[in-house]
């Protein structure tokens, strides 16, 4: 499967954590214009989309209206959903979007970075592309060093500057992992990404308390 187009903007979404808005159908008032954006897109195109608000008051009361979340926080245009059970939660922000974010013992590392945290995150990550010069490109760069830097692929999407806290992500890398090589094809390649997520301030205060 190649990638999604931004339903806003039109070129390709890459799935990084934090960087993409997953807006699903279900929670569609239907008739409503804002329902055209079903589908994947950039999180800086969905803030920049008269839409956005509308999508905020949908997945917001969407999740607020089962029984797996209660609001822990709402500030600076956050609402901040905790799970009732699990150590996640969940953020939406009022120009519609999204921050998601979970705490296992041991696992996450987190570092302070403009009064949030950025919290790492490192994934198997599956890329198929029609572009088999770019796949190439990775593959070669994963075998020879064991890693490719994520912002050459953002540069060849042509999606560099649809990154939000861009800065965040300049030292992200794929990186080779010899057990997925065996499902390497022709256009695909799978490998892990490690790359930085950001928590906003009061986001980061929720997560710090799950
Ligand atoms: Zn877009």
Redesign the pocket.
């Known amino acids: 499967m190649t990638l999604l187009a931004?339903?806003?903007?039109?070129?390709p979404?890459l799935e990084l954590d934090g960087q993409f808005e997953n807006l699903e159908p279900y929670y569609i008032t239907p008739g409503d214009p804002a329902a055209a954006l079903a589908g994947e897109?950039?999180s800086?195109?969905?803030e920049g989309s008269p839409h956005g608000p509308t999508w905020f008051r949908w997945r917001r009361d969407g999740y607020t209206s089962g029984r797996s979340y209660v609001i822990a926080a709402e500030r600076d245009g956050w609402t901040v959903l905790r799970h009732q059970r699990l150590r996640e939660l969940l953020a939406f922000h009022e120009l519609g979007t999204s921050v998601g974010a979970e705490r296992r013992a041991g696992q996450k590392k987190a570092a302070p970075w403009k009064e949030g945290v950025l919290l790492e995150v490192d994934e198997q990550f599956n890329l198929a592309l029609d572009d088999d010069d770019v796949i190439a490109e990775i593959k070669a760069g994963l075998r020879d060093a064991g890693r490719f830097p994520i912002g050459r692929l953002l540069d060849a999407l042509g999606?560099a500057d649809?990154m939000r806290w861009s800065e965040v992500l300049s030292p992200a890398v794929f990186v080779h992992d010899h057990a997925l090589e065996e499902d390497w094809m022709a256009g695909a390649v799978s490998m892990r990404a490690r790359y930085s997520k950001y928590l906003p301030p009061v986001v980061a205060e929720v997560w710090r308390a799950l």
């Open positions: 931004c339903t806003i903007c039109r070129l979404v897109c950039h800086v195109c969905l999606i649809k």
